[in-house]
């Protein structure tokens, strides 16, 4: 596994993969669960957030503890899928603002196609984290990670439920520098650019649409 690719084995979070890996797991259930896995997996993503040193009043006495660093964070969902995670990751960071970059997948080409593209205006003093439930063949989170770099972020960091082997390849060959977080790597992806063993697809199982 490249060096910085990160699979969060949690019990937690894999016992919730469980759930929406499952075919009879119905669409209620399905956005609950997967906005539940955002919030364990923006636990670990924000780990090396910087911290201060503030002098804070007890009930009992005054005493040094500490608080995020001035660190300001942006969420950037790529359309529509990535829209299931928000809720999660702003329930641990909700000052954050949120972007949106609007990308569908060519079902001839399998190429990425923007249709949408809306970042906070002060995104370059921001650390990004686009969010995105499947990574598959890579197109659409490469080209979105693309497009926020010409705003100039602080920093970008990918943060996905599921990785095919040929997404991480794809990703970590286009942006070396975006560390990539996700829940498990599975085997591959099918003719139709499908992850196995997957969880079919991720939008219409969020949204309840076919």
Not at 23 to 39: D, P, Y
Not at 82 to 95: A, E, K, T
């Amino acid at each position: 596994m490249h060096k910085n690719v990160f699979v969060m084995d949690h019990p937690l979070i894999q016992h919730k993969l469980t759930l929406i890996r499952d075919v009879s797991t119905g669409t209620k259930s399905f956005r609950e669960t997967v906005s539940e896995i955002a919030t364990l997996m923006c636990y670990e993503a924000t780990r090396d957030l910087p911290l201060m040193d503030v002098i804070t009043q007890t009930p009992m006495q005054k005493t040094t503890t500490q608080v995020l660093a001035g660190r300001k964070l942006a969420f950037v969902p790529i359309l529509r899928a990535g829209l299931g995670m928000v809720d999660g990751v702003l329930q641990l960071v909700p000052s954050a603002k949120v972007g949106h970059i609007g990308l569908y997948r060519d079902h001839e080409t399998l190429k990425p196609v923007e249709y949408y593209n809306k970042l906070p205006a002060d995104v370059e003093q921001r650390d990004v984290i686009v969010l995105d439930p499947m990574l598959a063949t890579g197109g659409s989170a490469v080209d979105a990670i693309t497009i926020v770099k010409r705003s100039n972020p602080k920093s970008i960091k990918f943060l996905c439920i599921i990785a095919a082997p040929e997404g991480i390849e794809a990703l970590t060959q286009a942006h070396p520098d975006v560390t990539v977080y996700c829940a498990a790597v599975d085997e591959r992806l099918n003719e139709d650019g499908y992850i196995l063993p997957g969880l079919g697809d991720a939008g219409d199982r969020i949204f309840g649409t076919k």
